[in-house]
Nanobody
Framework: QIQLVESGGGLVQAGGSLRLSCAAS????????MGWFRQAPGKEREFVVA????????YYAESVKGRFTMDRDNANNTVYLQMNSLKPEDTAVYFC??????????????????????WGQGTQVTVSS
């Protein structure tokens, strides 16, 4: 089972930026679609962005398009989430997720939580107004 550890969360003012990292161990992220989800207080966990196993495509939730960017570094077994122009409504715990190896899901599956079989523990992002 791949293990995922997120880092980079913190407190930032509205309009600021943060870069989250998700470091994988035990297994490689090569050949796995990867995603970021978030959960705000009192709300259900929601999709943020996903990147295909090849890194060729990314899929963003409408709420973060143009502000967030996901990329992957297979050599370092890490994925990243660059978050710019942060808003108070971006406040949430952010989770990294890995899909099963070699499945190469289509875009319509990548925004679903049950596509992923490995999850990190999450990192808190708080955006003050």
């Amino acid at each position: 089972q791949i293990q995922l550890v997120e880092s980079g969360g913190g407190l930032v003012q509205a309009g600021g930026s943060l870069r989250l990292s998700c470091a994988a161990s035990v297994r490689t992220i090569n050949g796995r679609d990867m995603g970021w989800f978030r959960q705000a207080p009192g709300k259900e966990r929601e999709f943020v962005v996903a990147i295909t196993a090849t890194g060729g495509r990314t899929y963003y939730a409408e709420s973060v398009k143009g502000r967030f960017t996901m990329d992957r570094d297979n050599a370092n077994n890490t994925v990243y989430l660059q978050m710019n122009s942060l808003k108070p409504e971006d406040t949430a715990v952010y989770f990294c997720a890995a899909a099963p190896w070699g499945r190469y899901f289509t875009g319509s599956r990548l925004n679903r939580q049950n596509t992923y079989d490995s999850w990190g523990q999450g990192t808190q992002v708080t955006v003050s107004s």
